[in-house]
Structure formats: C-alpha cells, structure tokens
C-alpha cells in the first residue's frame, strides 16, 4: 500500500514537469533552473502539505520580484515620460502595479494552471 502513494506522487510530479515544460513554450523562454520558476508558482501551503522545506514556496521569490517589477517599471516611465513629475509618475506606476492590472496578466498567460496549492 506504501508504493501506491509512492506511484501516485510520481504521477503528480511528472504531471506538474510536464505543465512547466509546456509553460516554457507557450512564453518562449527556456529556464535555465527550473526548480526556481517552480518555487515562484508554490504557494506555503503546498509546502506545509508536502513537508517540503519552509523556504521552497514563493514568499522570498515574490519580495524579490515586487522590488524588481517596480524598478523596472519605474525605469520604463521614467525613461518615456521625461516632462512627468515625480508624483505623476508615482500614480502612473502605481496604476501599472497594482494588483488588477496584475491578475489579468496572470489570467492572460494562465498562471493558474501552475500554482501549486494545498488542499486547505
């Protein structure tokens, strides 16, 4: 009975690869450490569930990417709006990174068919 639980979590595994795999594709873009786009999409439930190590879900990896996203967005309007004030570009930003704008990008490239849950 111990090796049916085994099967089936090979199973998952080779479905959740195979999901990334095609992932890639879709957006074009090989990842040279897969087990990091991986992290991005697991949520500290699915690690709790899983007995996973705490630092294997996407909670440092999101902190990063905030901080990231918002340079790179800031860059982009600074560099295109040169005659904005800086409070303009602040509630232009803002606008770009906000959690809408956001799950509809997520929506759009079908983030939801990777994120790894918990059952809870």
Do not use: W
């Not at 699915?46 to 996203?69: Q, W």
């Amino acid at each position: 009975m111990h090796n049916i639980g085994k099967d089936k979590d090979k199973r998952i595994f080779r479905s959740i690869d195979k999901r990334f795999k095609e992932f890639q594709k879709k957006i074009g873009i090989d990842f040279e450490n897969e087990k990091l786009l991986k992290q991005a999409f697991t949520h500290s439930s699915y690690v709790n569930e899983h007995r996973r190590k705490p630092n294997e879900d996407n909670e440092r990896l999101e902190f990063l990417g905030d901080a990231v996203l918002e340079l790179t967005v800031s860059q982009f309007l600074f560099l295109k709006y040169p005659l904005m004030s800086e409070g303009e570009l602040t509630k232009l930003r803002a606008a770009i990174v906000c959690e809408p704008s956001l799950v509809a990008f997520a929506h759009e490239l079908s983030f939801g068919e990777l994120v790894l849950l918990g059952k809870g």
